[in-house]
């Protein structure tokens, strides 16, 4: 579903879910010494996940105990 999701709008999976946290308010601090994942990281701005696609995300079962990202 990420694919699909990044797919649709161009951009990576990474991407997708980096920006889905934005979209949540969450804070997110990604960390790469490889210069073309640094400039991916920081091109998050030109592009927006739509209601549907937040909450199809946000369904995905991560087998966790917690709900903090």
Do not use: C
Request: no cysteine.
């Amino acid at each position: 579903m990420i694919s699909a999701i990044a797919e649709a709008h161009s951009v990576t999976s990474a991407q997708v879910i980096l920006r889905w946290n934005l979209q949540r308010g969450v804070v997110v601090i990604p960390g790469s010494s490889n210069p073309d994942h640094i400039r991916e990281n920081l091109d998050l701005f030109g592009f927006e996940l739509a209601d549907e696609e937040m909450a199809q995300i946000a369904a995905l079962n991560r087998d966790e105990k917690h709900d903090w990202y």
